[in-house]
């Protein structure tokens, strides 16, 4: 979506709509799926600039970082940004913007491309780390089984690699 933000004046412009989860989220290996993003907003005039304000929701299902079981949850995010164009000229006197500050955007011309914001907020919101459940007991490392089921997989089996040698060679 591009809003023309030249073209706001009194009355805000607004948007609500749905839109399908953009590929390079899709594409983060903790990532299994999201649903359709809904998301509304505005955008109005605010002193020298325009304020965002949105509501953004949707479902995403992240892997479990320890045993890869599909968690799903529900993400409501709201975003309130301030909007400003970057001046050619340095604005004398007047304090210098940066675009790093919090919960402010500088843009190049009047013009606001939405895709690169929302992605952001979906970028923001996919964790570090996932946990199916607070102890997740991971897989195994040896046989790769899930421990939440099979807690003793491998119990009492566990064999040096150096005897492993020694009792195939006694197999034979
Ligand atoms: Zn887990
Ligand atoms: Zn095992």
Redesign the pocket.
Known sequence: MRIHLEQIEEEPFRWDQSESAPEVVLERPEVLGMSDIHWSGSVSRASSGWRLLAGIDYVQTLA?S??M?PREERVDTELDLYLVVNSPQPLGGEVELDSSDLGMLALDDEVLETGPILHEQLELNIPMST???DD?A?LCPHCGADR?DEPDCCAGDEIDPRWQVLKDLTKS
Do not use: A, E
Request: glycine fraction near 10%; aromatic fraction near 0%.
């Open positions: 479990c320890r045993c079981k946990l199916c459940k997740c991971g939440n």
